[in-house]
C-alpha cells in the first residue's frame, strides 16, 4: 500500500508538472500573442498617428491657401473698390465742369436776354417820347391855332360892336333929329 501511494504520488507530481508545463507554454503563447498584438496596436496607433498629423498638415496648407486667396480677393476688391471711386470722382469732377459751363453759358444767355430787354426798354422809351414831343408840338400847334381863331374872333367881335356902336349912335342922332323935328312943327 505505502509503494502504491508513493507510486500514486509520484504519478501525481508527474501530472501536476505536466498541467504546470503546459499552463506555462500556454501562458508563453498567450502572452507572445498579446505582445504581438500590442506591437500591432502601437503600428497601428503610429500609422493613424501618422495620418491624422498629414491630415492636420494638409487642413493648415489648405486653410493657408484660402488666406492667401481670400487676402488676394481682398486686394482685388480694395482696388476695383479705389478706381470705382476714382472713376466716380472723375465723372463728378467731369459733370461740375460740364454744370459750371452750362452755368456760364446759362448766365451768359441770361445776360443777353436781360440786354435785349433794356435795349428794347431804352427804344420803347425813346420811341414814346418822340411820340410825346410829337404829340406836344401837335397841341401846341392846335392851341397856337385856337388862340389865334381867338384872338381873330375877338377882332370881328371887336369890329362888330364898333359897328354896332357907331349904327347906335346913328340910329340915336336921327332919333334925337326926328325928336328935335317934332318938337318943332308942335310948336
Known amino acids: 500500500a505505502k509503494g502504491k ?3 500514486a504520488k509520484g504519478a501525481a507530481e508527474q501530472k501536476g508538472k ?3 508545463d503546459k499552463a506555462q507554454e500556454k501562458g508563453q503563447e498567450l502572452k507572445g500573442k498579446a505582445e504581438g498584438a500590442a506591437d500591432a496596436a502601437k503600428g497601428k496607433a503610429q500609422e493613424l ?5 498629414g491630415a492636420v498638415d494638409s487642413a493648415k496648407g489648405k486653410a493657408q491657401e484660402a488666406k492667401g486667396a481670400a487676402e488676394q480677393k ?3 476688391l ?3 473698390a479705389e478706381g470705382a471711386v476714382d472713376q466716380a470722382k472723375g465723372k ?3 459733370a ?4 459750371e459751363q452750362k452755368g456760364a453759358e446759362l448766365k ?3 445776360q443777353g436776354a436781360v440786354d435785349a430787354v433794356k435795349d428794347k426798354a431804352q427804344e420803347v422809351k425813346e420811341k414814346v417820347q418822340e411820340k410825346g414831343a410829337e404829340l406836344k408840338d401837335k397841341a401846341q400847334g392846335a392851341v397856337d391855332q385856337a388862340k389865334g381863331k381867338a384872338q381873330e374872333a375877338k377882332g370881328k367881335a371887336q369890329e362888330a360892336k364898333g359897328a354896332a356902336e357907331q349904327k347906335g349912335a346913328e340910329l340915336k342922332g336921327k332919333a334925337d333929329e326926328a325928336v328935335e323935328a317934332a318938337k318943332g312943327k308942335a310948336q
Open 5 to 7: 501511494a508513493q507510486e
Open 18 to 20: 505536466e498541467v504546470k
Open 49 to 53: 498617428k501618422g495620418k491624422a498629423e
Open 74 to 76: 481682398g486686394k482685388e
Open 78 to 80: 480694395k482696388n476695383k
Open 92 to 94: 463728378a469732377q467731369e
Open 96 to 99: 461740375k465742369g460740364a454744370a
Open 108 to 110: 451768359g444767355k441770361a
